[in-house]
């Protein structure tokens, strides 16, 4: 897998997005944004999920749909991974310190991301998912520098 540059793969099923997520975490720095596309049912906590494995989470992983946000230290790394999914406005994610999350050290993964349009900045990298026969297309646009 190379994401120096825009990247197109078909993943025929939940584990071969499990096996991709583990992947993307050897490549993704310590401090990143990265925005998880797609519609329900699409795989984006699928894709978490196995790059959190592959960081070392051993607990139970979920969708952070109503909680909004779960936190993971790893080895003195964090990882932040929001579902903006019920989000009714934008400026939620001011209340809830959004540019405090940003600005840490920390690998923050985004799904929903168009709910915090206007208050988000780009992401370094946007990740999407569409589902296809019985797997999904997933794309990756990695921001260039």
């Known amino acids: 897998m190379n994401l120096h540059e825009n990247h197109k793969t078909y993943l025929p099923d939940s584990e071969a997005t499990e096996q991709f997520g583990a992947k993307l975490w050897a490549y993704l720095p310590e401090k990143s944004l990265v925005f998880l596309n797609g519609d329900l049912g699409a795989g984006k906590t699928t894709l978490v999920r196995g790059l959190l494995r592959a960081a ?10 109503y909680a909004l946000i779960e936190e993971y230290d790893i080895a003195e790394r964090k990882i932040f991974h929001f579902d903006l999914y019920r989000l009714a406005d934008s400026e939620e994610l001011e209340w809830i310190g959004i540019d405090d999350y940003l600005s840490q050290n920390a690998l923050c993964l985004i799904e929903w991301s ?18 296809q026969d019985d797997g999904r297309l997933v794309e990756v646009h990695k921001k260039i520098t």
């Not at 070392?56 to 749909?65: E, L, N, R, Y």
């Not at 168009?114 to 589902?131: R, V, W, Y």
């Open 114 to 131: 168009s709910k915090g349009a206007g208050i988000l900045p780009s992401a370094d990298m946007t990740i999407s998912l569409k589902m």
């Open 56 to 65: 070392g989470v051993t607990g139970a992983i979920k969708s952070p749909t």
